[in-house]
Structures are given as C-alpha cells and as structure tokens.
C-alpha cells in the first residue's frame, strides 16, 4: 500500500520568502507529526495533530512557522519568512494511536535550502 | 521528562563484524523503547521496540536489542553486519506519550 509521501523532495528558497511543505499521509492513520532534521542534530519535535483535537504546537521554533491539517489528511507546514537557519530536512510522520503500536511511518522528507 | 543520550556519532565496521550501538534513555517510569533506521535520502523506518516483557526484542533485518532497566540503556546489536546497514540509526523514547523523544542519532559506516 502507499506509505506517507511528501511534496517537494527538494526545496530550494531565497531567505525572507514564504514556503509550504505538504505531507499526504497513509490513509486510516489519524496521528500526524512534522520533525525537523538538521545535520547532526537528530529529530526535532514541531508539531503534532491527532483527529480533531487542538494541535499540539509545543514545538514550533517560531511564530514564523505554522501548520494545519485539511479534513484529518493531508497538512501543510508553512514556514515565513524563511531564514537561513531553517534550512533542513523536514519530515512528516504518521500513526494510528490506540492500536498500542505507537509505530510511526514517516515520508522521505522534504530538503529545504535557504539561500 | 524524558531524553534519549545516543553517545556514538559515528561508528565503522568491517563488513561481517558484529555491530553494538548505545542508547541510554531517561524516564521515570517502565519506558517505551524504540529503534529506527534512516537510509541515505529516505525517512525513517522502525527496526524493533520494546514495551515490556522479555528484554531481549528481535526486529527486522537481523537487528536485536536488548532493554537493561538498572542500566537505563537499550543497545542495538547486529551479529555479522552488511554493506546495505551504513545507514543512520535513531532510538526513540516515551513514557506513553505519542510524542517520543529521538536522539541525535549514530552514523554506521560499513567497510568492505
């Protein structure tokens, strides 16, 4: 079956410019995360949504990012004004809670490159 | 709170030696234990997890780890590891949260 895809692989972006990253995840998963990866740092908590329940947004570095997520599937993660240092792997990651799994699928990631 | 301590940036093996990567976590509690791997360009995938029971869990790929509670560690282990386990490799925690904590990951080169 399809796993969770993200949209763009690769992201390239002048500094002070808007950007959106998209996450579809595995359908039936009602769990959603979005993880900042920077080089040698790990995974970075941002944001997490479960069905319709308030996000959970304890992790987002900034004002400047933001998230939502459309009808419990697909999300969107905004980020203004971009800086340099928000340059990294974002990776969205997805998982059906109360199944006692608490296994997380996560997408290949988007690269985003501030210039 | 919890936390996750991965010592080993990097770690380099001969093709077909055996393989230990540490992980020490931090939790009040009988924790959730993770380990995922990461392949160049690719998310990442789980490998095995401990919950409770036997200590000793077996995953995917020949992996295993082993939870020790007086310790506070679960190291992955691999007996004879191959080209395509150079990847990155992450062991996650939560206490029952779904939102674990990831540490900052140990890089496995493999050498011919």
């Known amino acids: 079956g399809a796993g969770v895809s993200q949209s763009p692989s690769n992201k390239v972006t002048e500094k002070g410019k808007d950007v959106e990253l998209r996450c579809d995840p595995i359908?039936?998963?009602?769990?959603l995360y979005w993880y900042r990866q920077s080089l040698g740092q790990g995974l970075e908590f941002l944001i997490y949504f479960q069905g319709n329940s308030a996000p959970d947004k304890s992790g987002l570095p900034s004002d400047r990012f933001s998230a939502e997520r459309t009808g419990g599937s697909v999300s969107t993660l905004t980020i203004q004004r971009t800086q340099q240092e928000d340059s990294a792997v974002y990776l969205c990651a997805t998982m059906t809670p109360g199944t006692g799994s608490y296994e997380q699928y996560f997408g290949p990631g988007t690269r985003l490159t501030v210039t | 709170a919890q936390s996750v301590t991965q010592p080993d940036i990097h770690i380099t093996v001969s093709e077909g030696a055996s393989l230990e990567l540490r992980c020490n976590y931090s939790y009040g509690a009988t924790p959730y234990l993770f380990w995922y791997v990461q392949s160049p360009g690719q998310g990442l995938q789980l490998l095995l997890k401990?919950?409770?029971?036997?200590?000793l869990v077996q995953g995917i790929k020949g992996f295993e780890a082993e939870f020790k509670r007086s310790q506070s560690s679960f190291n992955l282990r691999k007996p004879s590891v191959h080209w395509s386990d150079a990847a990155e490799y992450f062991c996650a925690v939560t206490g029952g949260s779904y939102i674990p904590t990831f540490g900052r990951g140990t890089s496995l080169i493999v050498h011919p």
């Open positions: 401990y919950f409770s029971g036997d200590t």
């Open positions: 359908s039936g998963h009602t769990a």
